[in-house]
């Protein structure tokens, strides 16, 4: 078997039905492969459509609900294919997606391969990778660069979960998806441990599916769990790869504010906002800001503020 399709469920039949489909007419001609549903508890009646399929597609059914880490990883382990796909199960697949994912797999040093994903509803850009921001939280990048359009994909720090391919060995090297996640942050990590290991993660720009982005409501709190968790075990890696985020915010800042960029600060953070080397100074800054939302989290999630305890110890950026 050349490739695991591995699709994690939770209602949402219609979506499924519709990701299956897709699915099914665009792949290659030939490919062996096979289709890995695996139903984290669903009561909409997925599980009685599922139990109507046949091969290529085979079927998980989970007794109690793991979440999308566990499910995913419960899934990988019984897939018999080099490559491991995992998509939503609120993908729509367009013609041309699979190939050149698949192709970047063979470049040097690359673990993951994600794609271009655009909103089913407003056809807008929705992710071309994963990147941190001025806090040192995780968010979709929404850029397309020009140099890279033209070679036909980009590096990045992370991809989401929604649509990626991985090697079966990389997966298993790696350990997969860390479950301590819940339905968020799991991907990121996995990505900083590829990176941390001296692999790459990359986005195929060539390859375009659409994506029913999620609303689910009660999420919010959800994803500030898995922030933290992420912060916690990323720490000096996210400073590091939030570091220009937080010098283009700063500099912004004063710009709005009418400042002129007369002291050092300002000056360090232009430059690395432009691409140069980053100071000491511009990573104290981004520290001081990671520190604030550590603050936060212990306030929002815990009741109560830590003490704060700083740290000038920068790893090299992943």
Known sequence: MQVSFIIPLYNCLAHTQECLRTLQA????????????????????????LATLSAPCRIILNEQNLGFAGACNRAAAVADSEFLFFLNNDL????????????????????LVGNIQLSVRSGTLDHAGVRFNEKGKPEHDRTRPLLARLRGWREVTAVTGACFG????????LGGFDPGFRNGGEDVDLALRAGAAGLR????????????????????????????????????????LSARAWARHHITTLWDRSCVFDDALARAALWAALGGTIAHSVLDGMQS???REIVRWHVLLD??????????AYPPRI
């Not at 290659?28 to 997925?46: K, M, N, Q, R």
């Not at 991985?166 to 090297?173: C, D, F, P, Q, S």
């Not at 982005?213 to 992420?230: P, T």
């Open 26 to 49: 665009t792949l290659p001609a030939g490919l062996a492969h096979e289709i890995i549903f695996v139903d984290d508890g669903s009561t909409d009646g997925t599980r009685a459509w």
């Open 166 to 173: 991985i090697r079966r060995t990389v997966w298993e090297r």
């Open 201 to 240: 993660t990359l986005v195929s720009l060539r390859s375009v599916v659409g994506h029913h982005v999620s609303a689910s409501l009660g999420r919010k709190l959800r994803d500030e769990h898995n922030s933290r968790r992420l912060a916690v075990r990323w720490r000096g890696a996210i400073v590091s």
């Open 303 to 312: 009741g109560a503020a830590p003490p704060v305890e700083r740290s000038r």
């Open 289 to 291: 800001a990671f520190e």
């Open 92 to 111: 729509v697949l367009l013609p041309g997606w699979f190939g050149p994912m698949l192709g970047l797999l063979d470049r040097p040093h690359t673990a």
